[in-house]
């Protein structure tokens, strides 16, 4: 079975500094997807960020990049100039390519921004 | 083009009643996926749907649960008999195909007191 695990809780970051929220996964398979949402106060799960399991580059979204070690099974989201807007809670994920098309999460990290 | 659309995003009930969450997926999407987020946990796959069909249901406690996707109509999960430990945010994604974004709803919170 796949498994994602967040092993910080909690991460702060001073307003306009760069932090970077771990994530570690298990699967046996080779063809998968790995996400990064934000779920602020609000309840609202918004997508960050994306990854293709086959893709080698990191994928960019403005502040925020993702690290990607396949063979570590690793994928950490680094946020650049912390804004007060980032404050949430952050879920990694993982779906298969094929298959079951469900979403497994990690158990999320709450990053809070200091001004 | 609205986006999902969950209601009530709030929802009380005592002990031993039903609940029935409601999801209306964006213009155009056939699949509808329902999560449970317990209290300071990550969201958990319960139930899979494209119209008229339950294509995975492998995260579904066995009693007292049930989904449906018609097909005219909102996905409805129901909660027959609730329990204490039924009080979660429930939360309703959709996407357009397979390997297709989902887009998720903003939940509704479930009470039973």
């Known amino acids: 079975a796949q498994t994602v695990t967040q092993s910080q809780p909690e991460m702060s970051v001073q307003e306009a500094e760069t932090v970077t929220l771990s994530c570690t996964y298990d699967t046996s398979e080779s063809d998968y997807y790995l996400f990064w949402y934000k779920q602020p106060p609000s309840r609202q799960m918004i997508l960050v960020i994306r990854q293709e399991a086959y893709k080698q580059q990191n994928a960019t979204e403005n502040r925020f990049s993702v690290n990607f070690q396949k063979a570590a099974k690793s994928f950490s989201l680094k946020i650049s100039d912390s804004q007060l807007g980032d404050a949430a809670m952050y879920f990694c994920?993982?779906?298969?390519?094929?298959?079951?098309?469900?979403?497994?999460f990690g158990q999320g990290t709450r990053l809070t921004i200091n001004p | 083009n609205a986006g999902v659309m969950q209601n009530p995003r709030h929802l009380v009930r005592r002990r031993g009643q039903e609940a029935r969450l409601r999801c209306s997926p964006m213009?155009?999407?056939?699949?509808v996926y329902w999560y449970r987020q317990l209290p300071e946990e990550g969201l958990k796959f319960m139930v899979y749907?494209?119209?008229?069909?339950?294509?995975?249901e492998s995260g579904m406690p066995k009693e007292r649960f049930s989904a449906e996707f018609p097909k005219e109509g909102p996905s409805i999960l129901r909660i027959q008999q609730v329990v204490r430990g039924d009080s979660a945010a429930y939360f309703c994604a959709s996407s357009a195909g397979l390997n297709t974004e989902a887009f998720f709803g903003q939940g509704t919170r479930l009470t039973v007191v």
């Open positions: 213009k155009g999407h056939s699949h």
């Open positions: 994920a993982y779906r298969l390519v094929q298959g079951a098309q469900k979403l497994v």
């Open positions: 749907l494209q119209k008229e069909n339950i294509i995975d």
